[in-house]
């Protein structure tokens, strides 16, 4: 279990995530009110 862990946490810092997204407005406000306010 842990190799397979340890695996993905490999391929996850090592592999590129793709273009930048910026978040909209209305997703920051949506977890705002959930309690869980985007880390900026």
């Given amino acids: 279990a842990l190799k397979a862990w340890f ?3 490999k391929e996850g810092w090592t592999s590129s995530a793709g273009p930048r997204r ?8 949506r977890l ?3 309690g869980r306010p985007p880390v900026i």
């Avoid at 910026?22 to 406000?29: A, N």
Wanted: proline share 7%; no cysteine.
């Fill in 32 to 34: 705002t009110r959930l």
């Fill in 22 to 29: 910026p978040m909209r407005w209305r997703t920051v406000w």
């Fill in 7 to 9: 695996g993905g946490f």
